[in-house]
């Protein structure tokens, strides 16, 4: 009795290891499925930050994704060679329960390194999105970036949404974790952002990390600088990547412009009618000044009666 409860035991932690390790590949591939922009456009448009730089592990899970919408057909490429590839081209195949918007493989091989591209279109529209896929032997001992946060310019009132994510592999280790935080950069200082404004996202079991920042109701005071922070192995290895997020340029309004502009005209004016008036009386006034100088130097000679030739 007690040896088969041990084995029940055992096989149960091998059923819930499988079961925990298939709802990871799961999640890994509906990437397209959560986090996505908001908006009820029906259009072609891709629904998720494009990440340009992918990265995996030799043997390791890895999935690439195309997060879009509104599209009739989807297409995948490697190196300019279209889907679906041998085994000496790539080992990566489409997943169709996600609409054809991921390519995974379970076990990521060096022939998988390239550029990897997917178009999706309808009748009147294409889309393509590219990303490079680099296969490593090992883990890296640094966060590697992914996703760079990208500048914004958003006017008052609106949403603005950054996103950053780094590739920082199996650390392998139960102690040894991954951190990813926003920060507000002020001139002397770095202030944390609320945790209600982020959302950390981790895929491919935890190989990528990354958080986005939504700032709802943008005001006055929302306009900055902002700064993600990847901390890897317990912030012994740190990375940063910053972004602005700018307001519309300010606009004078029509009364403000219309004045301005009368204002350059009747100066322009002016200095018109300055220009001609020395142009015209230029002669005048140099003839007069000669016969002044002419004047002086005589009443100087009458004065000290300074003889002169008869």
Request: glycine residues 4%; charged residues 20%; hydrophobic residues 35%.
């Amino acid at each position: 009795m007690s040896k088969f409860s041990v084995k029940s035991v055992v096989k149960l932690e091998l059923a819930l290891f499988f079961l925990v390790d298939a709802m990871s590949r799961v999640a890994g591939i509906d990437h397209c499925s959560s986090h996505l922009f908001a908006g009820n456009s029906t259009n072609t448009q891709f629904t998720k930050e494009v990440v340009n730089h992918e990265y995996a592990v030799l043997n390791q899970f890895k999935s690439l994704h195309c997060c879009a919408k509104g599209y009739r057909s989807i297409e995948w490429f490697k190196d300019g060679r279209p889907y679906p590839w041998s085994g000496d081209v790539s080992t990566l195949i489409l997943y169709p329960e996600a609409s054809n918007q991921t390519i995974y493989t379970r076990h990521a091989s060096f022939v998988d390194n390239g550029n990897y591209t997917c178009v999706v279109s309808n009748e009147t529209m294409k889309l393509e999105q590219h990303m490079s896929l680099v296969v490593q032997a090992n883990s890296p001992d640094a966060p590697l970036p992914t996703y760079r946060p990208k500048d914004q310019t958003v006017p008052l009132g609106h949403t603005a949404r950054f996103y950053c994510e780094a590739f920082v592999g199996n650390l392998g280790l139960p102690d040894v974790n991954s951190d990813i935080s926003w920060y507000r950069v002020y001139e002397r200082e770095q202030v944390p952002v609320s945790e209600d404004q982020q959302k950390v996202i981790r895929r491919e079991d935890d190989q990528n990390i990354g958080a986005i920042l939504e700032l709802s109701n943008v005001d006055v005071k929302s306009y900055g600088r902002y700064m993600c922070r990847i901390e890897m192995g317990n912030a012994a290895h740190r990375f940063e990547m910053s972004a602005w997020l700018f307001g519309p340029p300010v606009k004078a309004d029509e009364s403000s412009g219309a004045l301005l502009q009368f204002l350059a005209i009747v100066l322009a004016c002016m200095a018109f009618v300055v220009l001609l008036t020395v142009y015209r009386y230029a002669p005048k006034w140099r003839q007069a000044s000669r016969k002044k100088s002419n004047q002086s130097r005589m009443d100087s000679a009458e004065k000290f009666n300074i003889p002169t030739r008869p």
